[in-house]
């Protein structure tokens, strides 16, 4: 099974039809659009040690260009608007807005470009790309599953990922700590991330 093959017999709140396995890889091979609307790119972080905070961002935008015969070829780009984060806290959400954190005045967009596309074996890939935050650009890789394709009742062929990645949020300046009275501080260094993608082929 290689990349495109993976059948699935769920379908999903989207309304799309199952995917199934395509006869022809090279037909999938293509230019897509990412659906924000059925697209997730959520964070974790540890908070006074003891929980974790979950979070997403609400406003991105992004592209694909997928290569059927050759995954290698393949590549991803993204932006997303860090004034959109939402962690379900209006006050943390404006905390994570301001110069302690994002900086959204100065820095409003996280953007991830990127370099290179490992096939893993099976529906597994290795995403390898540039991701700048504050205007500083570092390397990231992140674990991609390639979840299949369909054609949802509109007649757009969707293909689906999900993932995830860690990252040391201080590689990208993000530094503000607090120091617990009982030891540690207060947020994690180390940010989990993962991500749904559903992204629409492009007409023609």
């Not at 017999?9 to 230019?31: I, K, N, R």
């Not at 062929?157 to 999900?162: I, K, L, P, T, V």
């Not at 120091?179 to 749904?196: A, C, M, Y």
């Amino acid at each position: 099974m290689g990349l495109f093959s993976r059948k699935n017999d769920s379908g999903s709140d989207s309304g799309t039809a199952p995917a199934t396995a395509a006869t022809d890889l090279t037909e999938l091979t293509g230019d897509y659009t990412i659906d924000p609307a059925h697209t997730t790119l959520g964070f974790s972080a540890r908070h006074a040690m003891v929980t974790n905070v979950k979070g997403s961002f609400n406003e991105l935008e992004g592209t694909l260009h997928l290569d059927g015969s050759d995954p290698a070829k393949s590549s991803a780009s993204i932006d997303v608007q860090l004034a959109s984060v939402d962690t379900g806290s209006p006050d943390r959400d404006g905390h994570l807005k301001s110069g302690d954190f994002f900086k959204v005045d100065e820095f409003p967009v996280m953007s991830f470009r990127s370099t290179q596309v490992e096939p893993l074996g099976g529906e597994d890939y290795r995403l390898t790309g540039e991701l700048t935050i504050h205007g500083i650009t570092k390397p990231l890789t992140i674990d991609l599953e390639f979840n299949g394709v369909a054609t949802d009742p509109f007649g757009n062929e969707r293909a689906g990922f999900e993932g995830k990645s860690e990252l040391l949020r201080s590689d990208w300046g993000l530094t503000y700590n607090a120091t617990l009275e009982t030891g540690g501080v207060l947020v994690s260094d180390r940010i989990k991330l993962n991500f749904d993608i559903s992204a629409i082929k492009n007409a023609g």
